[in-house]
C-alpha cells in the first residue's frame, strides 16, 4: 500500500548552484550528496544503461527535494518556451505561512517571480517563481 508522496527529483544543470539556492535562499538543509561512481545501478533503475549523476538530498520537514546532475548522458534543457499548460512537470509547490513576507525577502535575495502574490480564493494566496533552471515553484499560504 503507498501511504505518501516521498520526495520529487529535480534535474538540474549545476549542483552547486542549485543546492545554495534551495539551501541559502529557500531553506532547505542538505541531507548527503553523492558522486557518481562506476556503478551501473543508476542505469538499470532509469533504463539508460550507462547513467552517471551527481545527487543532492535536500530536506524540508518530512519532505525531501532529490536534485539531480547528470554526468552521462547529456542533459536537455527545458525549452525556454515552456508553459504551465504544457504536460509533463510543471511546477512544486511550498507553503509559507506569510506568502507577502516570503515574496518580499525572495525578491531581495534576486528570485525571478512570475506575478506577485494573488489571493486566489478567499485566504489563499499564491505566487509563481522560478528557480535557478528555470524550474517553476510555487509559494502557497493557506488550504
Known amino acids: 500500500m503507498i501511504t505518501h508522496l516521498e520526495h520529487v527529483g529535480l534535474g538540474v544543470a549545476d ?13 532547505f538543509s542538505v ?3 553523492l558522486e557518481p561512481r562506476d556503478d551501473s545501478r543508476l542505469g538499470v533503475i532509469t533504463g539508460m544503461p ?10 524540508m520537514g518530512q519532505n525531501m527535494l532529490e536534485l539531480f546532475q547528470y554526468i552521462e548522458p547529456a542533459a536537455k534543457s527545458f525549452a525556454h518556451d515552456r508553459s504551465q499548460a504544457d ?14 513576507s516570503d515574496y518580499d525577502r525572495l525578491r531581495a535575495a534576486g528570485v525571478e517571480f512570475l ?13 509563481y517563481f522560478r528557480g535557478p533552471d528555470g524550474e517553476v515553484i510555487e509559494l502557497r ?3
Open 115 to 127: 506575478s506577485a502574490p494573488v489571493e486566489f480564493r478567499p485566504g489563499v494566496w499564491v505566487a
Open 87 to 100: 504536460k509533463g512537470y510543471i511546477h512544486m509547490g511550498l507553503h509559507s505561512g506569510d506568502v507577502r
Open 141 to 143: 499560504q493557506g488550504d
Open 50 to 59: 550507462g547513467a552517471r549523476a551527481r545527487i543532492a538530498h535536500l530536506v
Open 15 to 27: 549542483l552547486e548552484r542549485s543546492v545554495a539556492f534551495y539551501r541559502d535562499v529557500i531553506g
Open 31 to 33: 541531507r548527503r550528496i
